[in-house]
């Protein structure tokens, strides 16, 4: 039986809780950049380099900055972030799993988007990858994503959290609004 919305809200309130309590603030986005770092350095082994005293660096500015924290969380991955970022990914398959896998009428679209697009795949796999790129861009200029700005910051009264969360709003009605002229 799924959970309703107001269920599911209370018990991601309560993880989110539970993970700044006893580790730290969620925030993924970063993991991206790990991710990248970790691919370029199998392509190019010169770019993470570990220094006479232990410590990480790069020839990249961004994974050299803060001490190299970057270069060695991409250097050494198995640590809190990364590891998180797979538990979300394998999380969320065993929950599908779970109850029984994904049916065909939840792999059925909204009727808006069909109203507005059509049933074209390609389509849909087009504007989710650049919603993606979208948010993912976003989010590292933002230096931060929403759940580890607006989730985790508002969770700890971050003023910054209520303002990315307002500016996200503010951005993300209009887009939906634009993209979907036509009602269902």
Request: glycine share 10%; charged share 10%; hydrophobic share 50%.
């Given at each position: 039986?799924?959970?309703?919305?107001?269920?599911?809200?209370?018990?991601?309130?309560?993880?989110?809780?539970?993970?700044?309590?006893l580790?730290?603030?969620?925030?993924?986005?970063?993991?991206?950049?790990?991710?990248?770092?970790?691919?370029?350095?199998?392509?190019?082994?010169?770019?993470?380099?570990?220094?006479?005293?232990?410590?990480?660096?790069?020839?990249?500015?961004?994974?050299?900055?803060?001490?190299?924290?970057?270069?060695?969380?991409?250097?050494?991955?198995?640590?809190?972030?990364?590891?998180?970022?797979?538990?979300?990914?394998?999380?969320?398959?065993?929950?599908a799993?779970?109850?029984?896998?994904?049916?065909?009428?939840?792999?059925?679209?909204?009727?808006?988007?069909?109203?507005?697009?059509?049933?074209?795949?390609?389509?849909?796999?087009?504007?989710?990858?650049?919603?993606?790129?979208?948010?993912?861009?976003?989010?590292?200029?933002a230096?931060?994503?929403?759940?580890?700005?607006?989730?985790?910051?508002?969770?700890?009264?971050?003023?910054?959290?209520y303002?990315?969360?307002?500016?996200?709003?503010?951005?993300?009605?209009?887009?939906?609004?634009?993209?979907?002229?036509?009602?269902?």
């Amino acid at each position: 039986m799924p959970l309703n919305w107001k269920t599911g809200g209370v018990l991601l309130g309560f993880v989110f809780f539970l993970a700044v309590l006893l580790v730290k603030p969620i925030g993924v986005s970063t993991q991206f950049v790990i991710l990248d770092a970790m691919v370029a350095d199998a392509v190019n082994p010169s770019l993470i380099t570990q220094t006479d005293d232990g410590a990480y660096t790069s020839t990249n500015a961004y994974l050299a900055k803060s001490g190299g924290k970057y270069a060695k969380n991409a250097a050494n991955p198995l640590n809190y972030s990364f590891v998180f970022v797979l538990a979300m990914m394998a999380g969320a398959f065993l929950s599908a799993m779970a109850r029984g896998g994904v049916t065909k009428d939840e792999r059925r679209l909204p009727a808006v988007w069909y109203a507005n697009y059509g049933d074209t795949p390609m389509k849909r796999y087009m504007v989710a990858l650049l919603g993606g790129f979208i948010v993912v861009y976003g989010a590292r200029l933002a230096g931060g994503c929403t759940s580890g700005h607006m989730m985790s910051g508002m969770m700890q009264t971050s003023l910054s959290g209520y303002i990315f969360a307002a500016g996200a709003f503010a951005a993300a009605v209009p887009v939906a609004m634009m993209m979907y002229k036509k009602e269902a």
